[in-house]
């Protein structure tokens, strides 16, 4: 097969560009499978945070808080103003939980992983026969540019020759404008075919995710030859190896294990709290305390005194009231030390409360018949995964068998379209030679180069598309044939 030309320079000598570097390239650079890569890095943090889970949760807090003065009421009654209280606690908790459904999470964070990564495998083979489906379209288009420069050479050639005729006598105007209007019709499909070629350079650079320079020379070149594989090996590889079929497999394997997570449901749950508190709850004035108390002294030492009349009267000894003399300035300094010292310092002078600590058990028995919906649910997306891998199986053995054919078909095509293209050559060069003897005009050799032109660019599809459809297979089976 010629070699490609490029965009504008069909000798172009640009930097060179195999199928392997291209395929690398994308895979490396192309957005969509980057995109596709990151997938991965959330069912990894799904697994690690799955193991995790068997571990205990600690938290740890603190708080402060503001209550202003006022007096506190309770419904109608009220209890005496208070003064504004300054607050603030700290706690540090652990928990631990176990259950049926965290049991099962490393197994469904693993499944899910494993899809994932057959997903993005199938990705990367897709990617991978589009670049080479591309990479065939552009090598196409430079042959197509190479058929059109050549037609422009024919049919320069052939104005040439009849300006000779003219010159000489033999031939007519007429048979040089018709030549003229041949090469003026090659020059103009020699623009669209390189206008063509430049368009599929840009979008193999786009599958690449890398800008290509348009003199980019594709240096990878591929042979025709007789496809001789056997229908039902190629179906027992494809379903082996197809990455599309085992992206789906793998989800139906992720889908069984949901199945399995629903029914964990019906499994009893233990739960363990272990938590320190301390606090600390200090008043900003505390003389509306002391007050209080000295008042509530006050009344006690009146009590205290009608008592000792009452056991006077009774011959009893007095009973010493002076501690609760709430006028006694003494009393009153001894009231307001007790305070001061029992004040607890904000905001860190706490008091850590004891420890607490809990285990619960607990065994679902009805909600409604929300578990048994959830089961069901999960059980319908397992069959339909599992009916998506036989619907992928049978059409896979008929596309693989198809493609086969195709190949096959395109390959004796090619082989026809050349015998075909041989014979056009072959009456062009007889219609040239008659006409150089003048016993031919130039609306033969107009047609003779016309069906030689169509030959060529019969040949180029038929070979290509031996190649397309022979990517197409490869696509299918899941690994190079050639």
């Known amino acids: 097969m010629a070699a490609p030309a490029a965009a504008q320079r069909p000798d172009s000598a640009g930097p060179g560009l195999t199928l392997q570097q291209a395929v690398s390239s994308a895979r490396e650079q192309n957005p969509d499978m980057l995109a596709q890569r990151n997938d991965l890095r959330g069912t990894r943090a799904g697994m690690r945070a799955a193991r995790a889970d068997f571990l205990p949760s600690a938290s740890a807090g603190a708080s402060v808080g503001y209550t202003a003065s006022g007096i506190q009421r309770y419904g109608a009654q009220s209890f005496g103003e208070s003064p504004d209280y300054y607050s603030s606690s700290w706690n540090v908790g652990l928990q631990y939980e176990m259950s049926g459904a965290k049991l099962l999470q490393p197994r469904i964070a693993r499944a899910q992983h494993q899809a994932a990564e057959s997903r993005i495998a199938g990705y990367e083979w897709s990617l991978t026969t589009q670049v080479g489906q591309q990479y065939l379209t552009v090598l196409q288009a430079g042959e197509r540019v190479t058929q059109a420069q050549r037609e422009v050479e024919r049919t320069g050639e052939h104005e040439r020759l009849a300006r000779a005729k003219l010159e000489v006598g033999s031939g007519t105007p ?226 693989v068998r198809a493609a086969l054919l195709n190949t096959q078909t395109a390959f004796r095509a090619a082989q026809l379209e050349r015998q075909v293209a041989d014979n056009a050559a072959e009456e062009l060069r007889m219609v040239r030679e008659r006409f150089r003897l003048g016993s031919a005009n130039s609306v033969e050799i107009t047609d003779a180069q016309t069906r030689l032109a169509e030959a060529e660019r019969a040949v180029i599809d038929a070979v290509y598309s031996y190649h397309k459809s022979l990517a197409a297979l490869e696509a299918l089976v899941g690994r190079p044939l050639r």
């Open 174 to 399: 007429l048979d040089v404008r018709r030549a003229q209007v041949d090469r003026g019709r090659a020059e103009s499909a020699l623009v669209q075919q390189q206008n063509s070629y430049g368009t599929e350079m840009l979008r193999l650079s786009r599958l690449m995710g890398a800008d290509l320079p348009l003199d980019t020379r594709l240096t990878s070149r591929f042979e025709l030859f007789e496809p001789t594989w056997n229908a039902d090996a190629l179906v027992a590889e494809a379903i082996a190896a197809n990455p599309a079929l085992a992206a789906a497999r793998a989800n139906s394997g992720a889908a069984q294990t949901q199945v399995r997570a629903a029914r964990s449901q019906y499994l009893p749950s233990m739960n363990l709290q272990v938590g320190l508190v301390g606090s600390v709850y200090s008043a900003g004035n505390i003389s509306p305390l002391v007050n209080g108390q000295l008042n509530q002294m006050g009344a006690a030492f009146a009590a205290c005194n009608d008592n000792n009349v009452i056991r006077g009267a009774a011959g009893l000894p007095p009973v010493d009231c002076s501690g609760l003399n709430s006028a006694d300035p003494v009393v009153r300094r001894a009231v307001r030390r007790q305070f001061e010292s029992s004040n607890p310092s904000f905001p860190f002078g706490y008091e850590r409360q004891p420890l607490q600590a809990s285990l619960s058990f607990s065994l679902p028995l009805f909600d409604g018949l929300a578990r048994e919906r959830r089961v069901e649910e999960a059980r319908v997306q397992a069959s339909d995964a599992d009916l998506a891998v036989r619907g992928q199986e049978q059409t896979l053995r008929s596309d």
